[in-house]
């Protein structure tokens, strides 16, 4: 078998069936096999994937075990050449597998791999390619010399921002939202570390990889990560995770470093995360006194584009739910460009979602079209007539 996928999933029921429907597309013609791992979701995740993708292996878990365990469990069970992790809320190209498969199968060395994952506005993350947060490459980035010279390669190693997005080149971290490894490498270097509960346990597995001999690289195949949707980043239990993570992998890889050095990289994470708390608890208090100062936002916009069936589907679905919307019947044949140069967002800067009928528009083709023209208020969102939803990075209409 050349391939095992895994998936962890917790209560996003929609974006994971969304993710396999892509999946599916991206793994035609290639030998494998998917699990999903579901976390104690209360969604009903488990029983509604096992009966829409009877192909589908699914693993109940009776408890939320974290994203290393839970993927440990699986990883123990493959049968693939390779393993990729993959998270819920991505949305794969149709050739991204292959993509990465021939770069790794030309080359040996390589033990992980990752991709170009793009924000749902189709600028590119600049997770993608990042470097070993060592003390040194951790403080430039916490004081701000990284974002400041991103073309540095001391100062903006954390995201490797020197290196061109349309070429392969060697990283130091692949993202745990794809990361696809030779399962050899589990033989010498060991699983996932689950004292990581969520968050830092691929650098952890990257930095294990480069320590054993292996190359990580960056492949320029795109993903889409809307990133968040299984996590509320702004939420107290984030930021204990979060910096517990670095906490963890700071004291596992450093922790032999004189005091003199390592006292000012704990007192600079310490003070983060304490930032992070008091910022966020100031923000609810300011809520609850209603001085948030925060105005209401304008009605988005949904721009539906695709086959007249499909438009006809999405109009039922926008008339009942209220959308404020229109639609453009094209296909990739007929609209290449798709939406660029046809709409025109809202001078008040209205959010826009761009909705492509996925039958009328490869996902890849989508990928595209929208890291052309990034825009912070023009997103893109998905119809699928398997489905019927609707779905973007922030909803799900049906």
Same mark, same amino acid.
């Given at each position: 078998?050349?391939?095992?996928?895994?998936?962890?999933?917790?209560?996003?029921?929609?974006?994971?069936?969304?993710?396999?429907q892509?999946?599916?597309?991206?793994?035609?013609?290639?030998?494998?096999?998917?699990?999903?791992?579901?976390?104690?979701?209360?969604?009903?995740?488990?029983?509604?994937?096992?009966?829409?993708?009877?192909?589908?292996?699914v693993?109940?878990?009776?408890?939320?075990?974290?994203?290393?365990r839970?993927?440990?469990?699986?990883i123990?069970?493959?049968?693939?050449e390779?393993?990729?992790?993959?998270?819920?809320?991505?949305?794969?190209?149709?050739?991204?597998?292959?993509?990465?498969?021939?770069?790794?199968?030309?080359r040996q060395?390589?033990?992980?791999?990752?991709?170009?994952m793009l924000?749902?506005?189709?600028?590119?993350?600049?997770?993608?390619?990042?470097?070993?947060?060592?003390p040194m490459?951790?403080?430039?980035k916490?004081?701000?010399?990284?974002?400041?010279?991103?073309?540095?390669?001391?100062?903006?190693?954390?995201?490797?921002?020197?290196?061109?997005?349309?070429?392969?080149?060697?990283?130091?971290?692949?993202?745990?939202a794809?990361?696809l &490894?030779?399962?050899?490498?589990?033989?010498?270097?060991?699983?996932l570390?689950?004292?990581?509960?969520?968050?830092?346990?691929d650098?952890?597995?990257?930095y294990?990889l480069?320590?054993?001999?292996?190359?990580?690289?960056?492949?320029?195949?795109?993903?889409?990560?809307?990133?968040g949707?299984?996590?509320?980043?702004s939420?107290?239990?984030?930021?204990h995770? &979060?910096?517990?993570?670095?906490?963890? &992998?700071?004291?596992?890889?450093?922790?032999?470093?004189?005091?003199l050095?390592?006292l000012?990289i704990?007192t600079?994470i310490?003070?983060?995360?304490?930032s992070?708390f008091?910022?966020m608890?100031?923000?609810?208090?300011r809520r609850?006194?209603?001085?948030?100062?925060?105005?209401?936002?304008?009605?988005?916009?949904y721009?539906?584009?695709?086959?007249?069936?499909?438009?006809?589907?999405c109009?039922?679905?926008?008339?009942?739910?209220g959308?404020?919307?229109?639609?453009?019947?094209?296909?990739?044949?007929?609209?290449?460009?798709?939406?660029?140069?046809?709409?025109s967002?809202?001078?008040?800067?209205?959010?826009?979602?761009?909705v492509?009928?996925?039958?009328s528009?490869?996902?890849?083709?989508i &990928?595209?079209?929208?890291?052309q023209?990034?825009?912070k208020?023009?997103?893109?969102?998905?119809?699928?007539?398997?489905?019927n939803?609707?779905?973007?990075g922030?909803?799900?209409?049906?």
């Amino acid at each position: 078998m050349k391939l095992s996928v895994v998936i962890v999933s917790y209560n996003v029921k929609d974006y994971l069936e969304q993710c396999l429907q892509a999946l599916c597309r991206a793994l035609q013609g290639i030998d494998a096999e998917v699990f999903v791992v579901d976390n104690h979701s209360k969604d009903g995740s488990a029983a509604y994937i096992q009966e829409r993708f009877r192909q589908v292996k699914v693993i109940s878990c009776n408890h939320n075990l974290g994203f290393a365990r839970a993927n440990n469990i699986a990883i123990r069970q493959c049968a693939g050449e390779y393993v990729l992790l993959l998270n819920p809320d991505t949305v794969v190209g149709e050739h991204t597998l292959r993509d990465v498969i021939s770069v790794m199968d030309g080359r040996q060395q390589i033990g992980a791999a990752g991709v170009c994952m793009l924000h749902a506005d189709g600028s590119k993350a600049m997770e993608s390619r990042r470097g070993i947060p060592s003390p040194m490459t951790a403080f430039y980035k916490m004081c701000g010399l990284c974002a400041r010279y991103p073309r540095h390669r001391r100062f903006a190693r954390y995201y490797m921002s020197y290196l061109p997005w349309d070429k392969a080149a060697r990283i130091e971290v692949v993202s745990g939202a794809f990361c696809l &490894f030779r399962h050899q490498v589990i033989a010498q270097i060991g699983n996932l570390d689950e004292d990581f509960f969520m968050y830092g346990e691929d650098i952890d597995f990257s930095y294990r990889l480069l320590k054993a001999g292996w190359e990580n690289w960056y492949v320029p195949s795109h993903i889409l990560h809307y990133k968040g949707e299984s996590t509320q980043k702004s939420s107290f239990r984030y930021v204990h995770v &979060f910096y517990e993570a670095m906490f963890i &992998f700071f004291r596992k890889h450093y922790g032999g470093m004189s005091v003199l050095l390592s006292l000012p990289i704990k007192t600079a994470i310490f003070v983060k995360a304490s930032s992070a708390f008091i910022g966020m608890g100031l923000y609810r208090m300011r809520r609850m006194l209603g001085f948030s100062g925060k105005r209401r936002e304008p009605e988005p916009q949904y721009v539906f584009m695709g086959s007249k069936e499909s438009l006809e589907q999405c109009r039922q679905i926008a008339v009942r739910r209220g959308l404020n919307a229109v639609y453009m019947e094209g296909s990739k044949a007929a609209l290449p460009a798709g939406h660029l140069g046809r709409i025109s967002p809202d001078k008040a800067r209205t959010t826009t979602y761009v909705v492509y009928d996925v039958a009328s528009y490869a996902y890849e083709d989508i &990928f595209a079209i929208f890291s052309q023209q990034p825009d912070k208020n023009v997103r893109m969102g998905f119809f699928d007539n398997q489905t019927n939803k609707i779905i973007t990075g922030e909803e799900v209409w049906t």
